[in-house]
């Protein structure tokens, strides 16, 4: 049964701080792994990750995938309050036939960013 | 900014009335996505829809029934709402089958049954 595991499931730092969340997938037919932050309500994309060992960044946030190892982790440097949220993992597979498979979700890594 | 809209956002409702939570986007996009999230846990695809009078069930059984007769519209129906519906549903929409997109999320609904 395909799968994402996240850790840590939750996580405290203060600003400043730098973070890593981790995230491991066993899915068959993987095609990218995508991150999300999830503040209240809705999840809102961050990255896509289809190649391996390429890090995307956006701002103080990046990331990078690693075929070999089945996984990718996400790096937050100088934390900010306004980080705190759920981050969500999610891998994406390709059906046969090469259409867009459905994401399939890890439960999230929460992070909580004290002043 | 995602233009994908969700009403109601909060609903409290009796056991044994049925509901429709109404979600609709204006992109354009193929493929539409209802999700079941409870508090602490993952997403649960629940149905999708990729495109007009298309829909599958997803991987969390439900008893929600779901219609696409419109590219922008994908409501979920409950025909008799029970306590054990209690979640929030969040809806989504990525561009295409044969396109690898991330999916745009609405805002949510959250489910109160009572």
Excluded at chain 1, 66 to 86: H, P, W
Excluded at chain 2, 35 to 48: A, N
């Amino acid at each position: 049964e395909d799968k994402v595991v996240q850790s840590p499931l939750s996580l405290v730092v203060h600003e400043g701080d730098t973070v890593t969340l981790n995230c491991s997938y066993e899915v068959t037919n993987f095609r990218s792994l995508l991150w999300y932050k999830q503040e209240k309500k809705a999840p809102t994309f961050l990255f896509m990750l289809t190649s391996s060992g390429i890090e995307k960044k956006s701002g103080r946030l990046s990331s990078i995938l690693d075929k070999k190892e089945l996984s990718s982790i996400l790096n937050i440097t100088a934390t900010q309050t306004g980080d705190s949220a759920i981050y969500l993992c999610a891998a994406l597979p390709m059906n046969y036939g090469g259409s867009q498979g459905n994401l399939i979700f890890g439960k999230g890594t929460k992070l909580s960013v004290k002043p | 900014e995602a233009d994908i809209y969700q009403t109601p956002r909060y609903l409290v409702i009796g056991t044994g009335k049925k509901i429709t939570l109404e979600c609709s986007q204006t992109m354009g996009h193929d493929k539409m996505y209802w999700y079941q999230q409870d508090p602490g846990m993952e997403l649960h695809l629940i149905h999708y829809s990729y495109g007009v009078n298309s829909t599958e069930k997803g991987d969390l059984s439900s008893e929600s029934t779901v219609s696409r007769i419109r590219t922008e519209h994908f409501p979920l129906t409950l025909e008799s709402a029970r306590p054990s519906h209690t979640s929030q549903y969040l809806c989504a929409s990525s561009v295409g089958r044969r396109t690898y997109n991330e999916q745009f999320f609405g805002p949510g609904t959250r489910l109160t049954v009572l």
